[in-house]
T-cell receptor, first 115, second 113 residues
Framework: EPEVTQTPSHQVTQMGQEVILRCVPI?????FYWYRQILGQKVEFLVS????????KSEIFDDQFSVERPDGSNFTLKIRSTKLEDSAMYFC?????????????FGPGTRLTVL | KNQVEQSPQSLIILEGKNCTLQ??????????LRWYKQDTGRGPVSLTI?????NTKSNGRYTATLDADTKQSSLHITASQLSDSASYIC????????????FGQGTELSVKP
């Protein structure tokens, strides 16, 4: 069964460094999402991406964040200058967008630790 | 404010027993409600989806209900198994919002032998 994959599974970085989290959505899916979950808290929406552009973003998704679909298969989340409070689990999700399936399928997540 | 609240926060039951988890939401306009299961360190996996017109939906040992008038949903798990130990998250999708999901904080279920 197709699944969303994410790399790396765990990323440790120093405050102020740039990180890129990578996701490979399910092929032929058209909608892509990033969510984050700070330890012990709810999963929070960050951004949705469709047709090569951001369709919606939350207030968390400020100028330090960016997303890209560089090659038609990968979907990346970049944090330019990480802060301690960016430490969280980051989940990528994809959705086909067809009329009969609006399920968002989540990847296993990348645990980001900012020191 | 668009919110999803769940209760209880955590629950411990014996293997084989049934349990019911609750969800209240204030999200509007409402599109659908899903229950997700999240194992520790893993991404959420969809269990059921409920639209505005649906009251009850079953998926194996999972039965979800939805009362769109009172904006409440429940997830009933029958004949619990050890592998049911996980966080169960109520997630509401807003209509016309490009698929943005609003998550509850989850109920941490622990099934003991």
């Amino acid at each position: 069964e197709p699944e969303v994959t994410q790399t790396p599974s765990h990323q440790v970085t120093q405050m102020g460094q740039e990180v890129i989290l990578r996701c490979v959505p399910i092929s032929n899916h058209l909608y892509f999402y990033w969510y984050r979950q700070i330890l012990g808290q709810k999963v929070e929406f960050l951004v949705s991406f469709y047709n090569n552009e951001i369709s919606e973003k939350s207030e968390i998704f400020d100028d330090q964040f960016s997303v890209e679909r560089p090659d038609g298969s990968n979907f990346t989340l970049k944090i330019r200058s990480t802060k301690l409070e960016d430490s969280a689990m980051y989940f990528c999700a994809s959705m086909s967008g067809t009329s009969f399936d609006h399920t968002q399928y989540f990847g296993p997540g990348t645990r980001l630790t900012v020191l | 404010k668009n919110q999803v609240e769940q209760s209880p926060q955590s629950l411990i039951i014996l293997e084989g027993k049934n349990c019911t988890l609750q969800c209240n939401y204030t999200v509007s306009p409402f599109s659908n409600l899903r229950w997700y299961k999240q194992d520790t360190g893993r991404g959420p996996v969809s269990l059921t989806i409920m639209t505005f017109s649906e009251n009850t939906k079953s998926n194996g040992r999972y039965t979800a209900t939805l009362d769109a008038d009172t904006k409440q949903s429940s997830l009933h798990i029958t004949a619990s198994q050890l592998s049911d130990s996980a966080s169960y998250i109520c997630v509401v999708r807003k209509r016309n919002q490009g698929g943005k999901l609003i998550f509850g904080q989850g109920t941490e279920l622990s099934v003991k032998p």
